[in-house]
Every structure is written in structure tokens, then in C-alpha cells.
């Protein structure tokens, strides 16, 4: 259970997963617009990705549900609510993008290589041990080793690491702009 008005930090591999996990949003949203007028104002012959003027209408729904999907999983990432969704969502866009970087019949190569990339990317950012702690659980020890830290440690500044609690409760670390305050 996360409190609401506790402040805390974002990890830096959080924010690099969800600022990567963006990638896709701005492709979702003109499709959404571009397959929505082609399929009900503004048919084209042949239609873009299906064959009849209704599909398109669908198509224009289901690149919305998208959009909406992947926009709440990043939120609830960043927020530290939930993981899954976040990587779900990031491995379905890496299938759908390599599926058209292999199709010839599918345009924009080099636009799905990008989509591919930073989906990538962001799940390996998403798996980091700060993340598993984010959203309140402890980095398995397979995980961690991969990333070269403890289980539920993290490093200090002196290049050791201490432990983490291993609950899902924040932990008491006073944010940078009270201490200001005190000074």
C-alpha cells in the first residue's frame, strides 16, 4: 500500500523506462486520428491496413485502446503502483515492431527499428533492482547478480551498498527540499 502524499524520489532506471516507454505514444496518436478519419469521414481506396472502410474504423479504436493502455502502465510505473502492466505492454510493442521490421509488405523500417529499440531498452530499464524497489519489492537474486548488486541493496556513493528494508512500505528518506529548509 503506497501513501498518497508521500514524496519520494524516482529512480533513474524508472525514469529511463518510462521516458523510453514513450517512444511509441506519438506513432499511437496519428494513427488513431489517421485510421478513425479513414474509416468514417474520409474513406481512402485502397484502405491503409485493411480492406474494407470499417476495418479501418477498428483499427483506429484499437490504436486508441492502445495509446490509453500504454499511457496508464507508464503512469502507474512512474508512480510506483505497478510493474506488470508497464511490461506487458513495452513486450507487445517490441513484437508488433519487429513483426513489421521483418514484414517487406509493412512500411517504416526504420521507424519500427526505432519503436524496437527503445521498447528494448526500456524493459531492461524496467528490470533494474531501484525498479523492483519502486514499486515495493526486492530485486530476485537472479536479477540482481545480472545488474551486479546485492539483493535488495543499493549502492551508496562510496561505491558500497547497504540494505533495503524488504517491504513495501517507502523508506524514510527526507526529500533534498526540506533539508533545505532546515538549514
Known amino acids: 500500500m503506497h501513501d498518497d502524499d508521500y514524496v519520494r524520489e524516482t529512480p533513474p532506471p524508472v525514469v529511463g523506462a518510462v521516458a523510453l516507454g514513450t517512444a511509441p505514444l506519438p506513432f499511437l496518436a496519428v494513427y ?6 479513414h ?3 474520409h474513406p481512402v481506396q485502397p484502405p491503409d491496413v485493411t480492406s474494407t472502410k470499417q476495418g479501418e474504423f477498428i483499427a483506429g479504436w484499437i490504436a486508441l485502446a492502445v495509446f490509453v493502455v500504454t499511457a496508464v502502465s507508464l503512469l502507474w510505473l512512474v508512480n510506483g503502483r505497478r510493474r506488470w ?7 507487445g510493442i517490441l513484437g508488433a515492431a519487429i513483426d513489421f521490421l521483418v514484414d517487406p509488405t509493412a512500411g517504416g523500417r526504420v521507424i519500427s527499428l526505432l519503436i524496437a529499440v527503445t521498447s528494448a531498452l526500456a ?6 533492482p531501484q525498479a523492483w524497489r519502486h514499486v515495493g519489492r526486492p530485486a530476485p537474486s537472479a536479477i540482481a547478480r545480472v545488474y551486479g548488486a546485492r539483493p535488495g541493496s543499493r549502492r551508496t ?7 533495503l528494508p524488504h517491504s513495501s512500505e517507502p523508506t524514510a528518506v527526507e526529500p533534498a527540499s526540506l533539508r533545505r529548509r532546515r538549514s
Open 32 to 37: 488513431t486520428v489517421l485510421f478513425l478519419v
Open 39 to 41: 474509416g468514417s469521414v
Open 85 to 91: 502492466p508497464f511490461v506487458i505492454v513495452q513486450l
Open 123 to 128: 524493459l531492461i530499464f524496467g528490470f533494474a
Open 157 to 163: 556513493k562510496s561505491g558500497g551498498s547497504d540494505a
